[in-house]
């Protein structure tokens, strides 16, 4: 039976109103999103949207053949242009963009190069880690050992020599480098020579950071000694959501590559692709410029809200090398007397979004065009929506329409 006309309608008021809200109506502190360019969009609209290709070699009834699909003869190219880009932008001679996020990118590396058994060192979720190397999530699914690689909070610097002596003692297959909650580069030279130095693989997920990598600020983890270097496309990395993977290894590429297709996923989701290249396309261009103000705004912000009386962690390290400040939780409680959750639904309410477990991030904001010397207004609009609970909406609806368009594509 079709879908009642209504229920059509309902379904294209909640897709305009979110649009309304989210996309003109509020300022975006989410650390873990981004908005991405025009013609980007216009290609994740675009006819690839719904279609198939899967080049490959193959033999198929005595006949070779080299895709499973006719009718590519443009999305081959767009993925081999999408590739390059890639290799160029992250130093490495190999690139696949078809990893559909940060987490299938995040498999599609780690599967075909550790067996069963492997033991891998990754930095616990209590420390900043992502939940999905913690032991229930990717190790239990690819029957890995996981021990955690020491880091003393969430928002302190990894130490190499703690590290090192880690690796030594626990003799690991492989080093997973990479956080949710991520302020400071690693010393992954130190890092990558002990590790390489009983065969251990490092790997470097900087679905967080990657649009910071992009623009060369903030490390530049193949040169500096990863093997596989993998991560988010929406984060700071201001593309369509997905993943991608970059190495220098061909002997690890030749692995990896044709391990992905049926048994990480099957179609690769072409729209996506093409919005990818174009994104990367934009930060060859502008990625030093958009990085840049990205984390001289996270940095103002970090000293404005400290200022002003709101707590924020590593302010004796100048609170950020990413796009990311951290709320101190603890100071919250004992001087506001609130949590993190509340206090980022009174945001909420106010047309300031943020995640709830005091994460703050600025990429999406520089993109609409604020720069290091708005963050003091910012900061005071968190603070009066925040722990003084006023109403500050109209003020920020007011500020947010005096933005158009996005700066750095
Ligand atoms: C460090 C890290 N890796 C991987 C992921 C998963 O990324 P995605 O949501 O693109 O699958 C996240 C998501 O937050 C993350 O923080």
Redesign the pocket.
Known sequence: MAAAPTEEARLARLVAAHERWRGHGVFNLLA?ENAISPRARRYLGSDLAGRYTLPLSAEFEGERIDNSYAGTRYTDEIERLANAAAARLFHGRFATTRP???????LSALAPLLPRGSKLLAIEPSAG?????ASGFIPALLGYQVRPLPLASASARLDADRAIEEIQRERPAAVVL???F?LFPYPLREIAEAAHAQDALVFY????VLGLIAGGRFQDPLREGADVLF?????SFPGP???LLVTDREDLFQQIDPALVWRIFDNAHWHRIAALGQTLLELERVGKEYATTTVENAQALGRALHGAGLSILAADDGFTESHQIHLDRKALKERHAIAPGALARRWERQRLITDLVGRLGTAEVARLGLIPSDMPRLAELLIRAGPRHERVGAEVLAWRREFHGLRFQ
């Not at 559909?100 to 995040?106: F, K, T, V």
């Not at 880690?129 to 190397?133: E, F, N």
Request: net charge negative; charged share 10%.
């Open positions: 873990s559909l996020s940060g987490h299938i990118a995040a880690g992502y939940d999905g190397y990479g956080q949710s991520f997920d900087g679905s967080h991560g988010s496309t929406h984060k959501q997905g993943g």
